[in-house]
């Protein structure tokens, strides 16, 4: 896919990155990002800190692992080999920003076709909690395959394709490994709410009864839905309309056909929370995310 | 307006607070936030854990602030008094997210009608950075005054009203304090990106020219709007559903008419940021926010 070049980025003498507290004055964007291959985002800035990290030591580049971005920015910023790695924050808006300030950065390093890699937690539809849900569509609450924006007043629908070549390398890749989790390909409804959008009965105002909230999530399953989130749309949207591409690979923590409420202890949270970056920091180590020492 | 109340709450024995990190067990709800009358709102975790040490200060509470949020949440929270302080991230999503929890604890804790205050940054419209913006009204980027969810796949709308008798007597109390700013009463636009649906020409992606952005923007301008932010509507439409009150005070850090980038000095962000809590921190002090020491 043709990326959608923005024209008017010609006409700044300096851009700011406002989210991220540097601008193309900060230093030279080809020679620090240009060997980009792979973004790595996930919704707080301590996982992917860690996620981080974890990568460096593979790689045997010595800790600590330096945030990029300034002192005053909204999103962290860190760079191991040729992957980059950011928070977005909870939900469509705040993930947009990143996505805008990201593909900014890749375009004036000169990086194309990158492979953004969204490592998330999320409901489960019909899986336990703890199993890994790789992305063959992403769609909205409607079921819809798109994201749609409002620009100057206007509704505009952009397609959510994944990369479903990366998808069946990292499915493959799950069975030669012992991840000591269930791996599971299927759709996922990226939803701008947790509560009253994900159909949850325990938020502070709901107007459905067991039944329908079942029902909704039931049909969902029906048509190959298997998790709910909240920024997968926003994440492959961006990057089809950009000329990059984009998986998101999610652990469940909560069954929704038999859960709302997030159940398991705090340390099978903290267990569950890194096993996305067990296979994708496999994926990355295999497919030259890192440099060989 | 009568509070929409959700039934299936009453038929949980424990509920938990998945982004704040505690459930109704952590603690005696009634005893340690029974007497809350205000809870104040912004983006950064950072901003709204200094204005919590500022209004600690102001009542002669011995410091730190503790932070009562988990250590896994997402989200803090602080107490002063009769005033909470949470983060809301970037955007609507997120921004629910935290109105849930909050008005599902003020609801254990017996708390009613409580002002929500939300003390933001924007892109102000036809009015100076460091300017402060009151909302009278909150649209969404068509203007119009709604927040719409899609609940079970089908679009819900719901009420954006503001708390006009704090407004007035904000403004009232901006004109007796030397602030050292504008002070404007105006409407409020909510977009869901910071970029495209804000009519901005310098994100990733852009899509329209220079002059249908500033007919989109003067036309907004016209109707009375004097700011653009992200997360108003989804603040006072939940506060419309659940029988509490909202209004929000921003600091423009840009104006729109004149300019899409941030580009004020990083010394004049960091005193500009400060404005809403200087008007607010002596309004909460006139109106019984603080206990008398």
Redesign the interface.
Known sequence: MQP?L?S??NE?DE??F??FGFTTKSFDFKQKFGDVKFVCVC??SNRIHNFAISMAKLSGIQLPVENIAGS?A?FVLYKVDHILFADH??????T??L???M??LL?YAGCKDVLFIRLGTCGGLGVKPGTLVMSDRCV????EPYNE?????KP?RRQTKVDLNAVNELKKLSENLSLQCSVVVGGTIT???????Q?R????????S?E??L??LKSAYDHGIRNLE?EGTAITS?CN??GHRAILVCVAVVNRLEND???IS?DD??LFEQLPGKLVGEYLKRNSGLIAR
Request: charged share 20%; with cysteine.
């Open positions: 959608i923005n008017h980025l700044l851009d700011i406002h989210h919704g707080s005053h909204r924050g909870i939900g469509i808006p705040s947009l920003i996505m805008h300030e593909t900014k375009h909205n609450t409607k079921l924006l409002c620009i100057l007043g505009v939803a701008n709410d947790f509560y009253e959008e159909g009965l325990d938020g502070a105002i709901c107007s459905f067991q329908e909230k029902a909704y909240m961006h309309s950009t409420q997030v159940t705090a949270f903290k």
